[in-house]
């Protein structure tokens, strides 16, 4: 079964507004959970991260948010750039690696 | 919702031998498989892409005789790393696509130590 999950497989958003993707996870014992990007053809690169001890974690126009207690997960682009269209995809370990299944991000400009 | 396996989780082995880690779509089929490196600073490197039944499509840089790739059914691919080094120490992941869109499912990794 998924312990990671990204129920949404598309979002568009205009330029300038806010994208918010979402990602769920099932196991308490994750530590660290990370973003990555993806563009067509290449591999994930890594985005931000955040550890199970915070609940917030913020690097220029991108902050991911962390609440254990719902076990959930979300990353914040704020303005959002054409540039940031992609596939975006949670992550969350703690032995190993579960992936979420990915995001697909349209930023209208 | 789907599932993909890896086996071994962990693998340890000596400089000079080799090391077969499998990638099993346990409930789907997969009709393209990607093997991923992840190196520090999380960056997942895209090593090759496979498709069942016809030749990996290594990325620039990749040796292909030394990380042979093997998709023969729709279920299952496997990364040799042949003549392991100490370099080759590193968390390897899959991904399997069944194909028409960008949703991939990715493996948990395999550790390996090249000692």
């Known amino acids: 079964d998924q312990q990671v999950k990204q129920n949404s497989p598309s979002l568009s958003v205009q330029e300038g507004r806010i994208s918010i993707l979402n990602c769920d996870y099932t196991?308490?014992?994750?530590?660290?959970f990370l973003w990555y990007k993806k563009y067509p053809a290449e591999g994930p690169t890594f985005l931000i991260s955040?550890?199970?001890?915070?609940d917030k974690n913020e690097d220029g126009r991108f902050t991911v948010f962390l609440n254990k207690s719902a076990k959930h997960l979300s990353l914040h682009i704020v303005p959002s750039q054409p540039g940031d269209s992609a596939v975006y995809f949670c992550?969350?370990?703690?032995?190993?690696?579960?992936f979420g299944t990915g995001t697909s991000l349209t930023v209208i400009p | 919702g789907a599932v993909v396996s890896q086996h071994p989780s962990w693998v340890i082995c000596k400089s000079g031998t080799s090391v077969k880690i499998e990638c099993r779509s346990l409930?789907?089929?997969?009709?393209?498989m990607f093997w991923y490196r992840q190196f520090p600073k999380q960056s997942l490197m895209l090593m090759a892409t496979?498709?069942?039944?016809?030749?990996?499509?290594?990325e620039q840089g990749v040796e292909k005789d030394k990380f042979l790739i093997n998709h023969a059914s729709l279920t299952l691919s496997t990364l040799t790393v042949t003549s392991a080094h100490p370099e080759d120490s590193s968390f390897y992941i899959c991904?399997?696509?069944?194909?028409?869109?960008?949703?991939?499912?990715f493996g948990p990794g395999t550790r390996l130590l090249v000692l």
């Open positions: 991904s399997a696509s069944s194909g028409g869109g960008e949703t991939q499912y």
């Open positions: 196991n308490s014992m994750f530590d660290y």
């Open positions: 955040i550890s199970s001890i915070k």
């Open positions: 992550a969350a370990t703690g032995n190993q690696f579960y």
């Open positions: 409930d789907f089929q997969a009709t393209t």
């Open positions: 496979s498709n069942e039944g016809s030749k990996a499509t290594y």
